[in-house]
């Protein structure tokens, strides 16, 4: 019934930015918290970062100050700009998201199917 669908990865030196950005599509009547997770070869998945729906922001101490998450609650759209890439942030980076999809329903938690972000010379 939702989609999550994440673009924007990629090959990118260390140093580099790359912006990850991830749509919900579907039967939506309003998505509380959005979010990034990671998981690189051979470890957990890890969060990254999320927003709430009135924007309050929460980061992994690994990325603060280095990534940026921002979301448009009229597109159902959130973002996670990278800047100064390590390769430690080499990783598979899922989008997340809790949505209600009717009004007076539980919201119902969500996961895209990835975005491979790759840092490296």
């Known amino acids: 019934q939702v989609q999550l669908v994440e673009s924007g990865g990629g090959l990118v030196q260390p140093g580099g930015s790359l912006r990850l950005s991830c749509v919900a599509f579907?039967?939506?009547?309003?998505?509380?918290?959005m979010g990034w997770y990671r998981q690189a070869p051979g470890k957990q998945r890890e969060l990254v970062a999320t927003?709430?729906?009135?924007?309050?922001?929460n980061y992994a101490d690994s990325v603060k100050g280095r990534f940026t998450i921002s979301r448009d609650n009229a597109k159902n759209t959130v973002s996670l700009q990278m800047n100064s890439l390590k390769p430690e942030d080499a990783a598979l980076y899922y989008c997340?998201?809790?949505?209600?999809?009717?009004?007076?329903?539980?919201?119902?938690?969500?996961w895209g199917e990835g975005t491979l972000v790759t840092v490296s010379s």
């Open positions: 997340n998201a809790d949505v209600r999809l009717y009004k007076g329903y539980a919201d119902m938690n969500y």
């Open positions: 579907g039967t939506i009547f309003s998505i509380n918290t």
């Open positions: 927003i709430s729906s009135g924007g309050r922001t």
